[in-house]
């Protein structure tokens, strides 16, 4: 097996900590490790680090190399710039096909999402090979704890083999009613964004249900050839759709599986889910430093300053050298819009 980790965001949800010459993936959020760092190590349980590729930008290949000084060199895929999700696996996947064999299974992984058992996730990812190897487009489910509008679902149908499921449709982020009701159904799952196929399997379905992906990835692969992988793509990759993997690819094949999971996972996705998973006084707060809380609860405040918080509740306050954050729990999803508005107003020193 073959691992492919995805690493060329730029987290604007957690600004102002992720910029854009330090994004989510290479921060050190959970623990002591950055999150890329984590997802590796995970994988090095399943599989040498001569098997792991990293797909990240240009502007952040010194820091993959900083994070995973390990990583052979021809093992980062550049992307020109980022782009969506079916353009950069695509990329991807044609470039292992200059180093691999097109019969080998590879694991595509988010470099930033958390997963607590290690162990369950590699023993998920053993089932997945069975149905790559056949032909199918494996994908991982996960056991909803709650009715999430924030994550797409995917609906299991009939069962494939013990612990796996013929997948029914994809759904997208559905209303808070519309969630309850796939709850309730009990054979939908959270879309965790990880797969399982051949490069093989992938590379056709690539040809079949993308064609104009396909043929913007046979002229890069023209280049390739004629002047080494180092060549300066850009002027093609640009031409790229910009659409996720998940409508262009596994909403349109016919052979597809998901795995229901349970393994502690969460794509962290903004201060609000890390909050949700950091440690908490018995007052729901989160602090990161000497701090005096009085009457205050569900605050989470990170700052390596000492803090007073006074009768306040449901704050995310996110001090970096040079901003600071400050703003409601619920609303920790809208911090995006502040990187729109410093992009608008030219701000580039803040982004």
């Known amino acids: 097996m073959v691992g492919l980790i995805l690493a060329g965001g730029t987290g604007t949800r957690f600004w102002p900590a992720s910029r854009e010459s330090l994004p989510k ?22 599989m040498p680090i001569d098997k792991i590729y990293v797909s990240t930008t240009a502007a952040q290949v010194s820091l993959v190399k900083n994070d995973i000084p390990e990583l052979p060199n021809h093992n980062i895929i550049i992307e020109p710039m980022g782009m969506n999700t079916a353009p950069c696996i695509g990329l991807s996947l044609r470039y292992l096909k200059r180093f691999e064999n097109a019969k080998e299974t590879v694991i595509i992984l988010p470099a930033d999402h958390l997963i607590k058992d290690e162990k369950e996730f590699l023993h998920s990812i053993e089932l997945a090979e069975t149905p790559a190897r056949e032909g199918y487009h494996v994908t ?62 992938i590379n056709n379905s690539f040809r079949t249900k993308l064609p104009l992906v396909d043929a913007i990835l046979n002229e890069i692969e023209k280049v390739w050839d004629e002047s080494g992988i180092d060549a300066n793509i850009s002027h093609l990759y640009e031409r790229m759709p910009r659409i996720p993997v998940d409508i262009g690819i596994m909403e349109q094949v016919e052979k597809r599986v998901v795995i229901p ?61 040079d901003a600071i954050l400050i703003t409601n729990r619920k609303k920790a999803e809208l911090v995006k819009n502040v990187v729109n508005k410093l992009k608008e107003e030219k701000k580039d020193k803040l982004l």
């Open 261 to 321: 999971v349970e393994y502690g996972w969460s794509d962290v996705g903004s201060w609000r889910a890390l909050a949700d998973l950091s440690q908490k006084d018995i007052n729901g707060n989160t602090f990161f430093a000497d701090h005096i809380s009085l009457d205050s609860r569900n605050n989470y405040i990170r700052t390596d300053k000492f803090v007073a918080v006074i009768d306040v509740d449901e704050l995310i306050v996110v001090e970096t050298e």
């Open 140 to 201: 991982f489910g996960i056991i909803p704890e709650y009715p999430a509008t924030g994550y797409g679902y995917i609906e299991a149908g009939k069962s494939y083999s013990s612990g796996m499921f013929h997948v029914k449709q994809f759904k997208e982020k559905p209303d808070h009613v519309t969630a309850k009701f796939f709850i309730e159904q009990g054979n939908f799952y959270w879309n965790s964004g990880q797969f399982c196929w051949t490069i093989e399997t």
């Open 25 to 46: 993936q290479f921060l050190t959020i959970l623990g002591n490790k950055s999150m890329i760092r984590m997802t590796v190590d995970r994988l090095l349980m399943k």
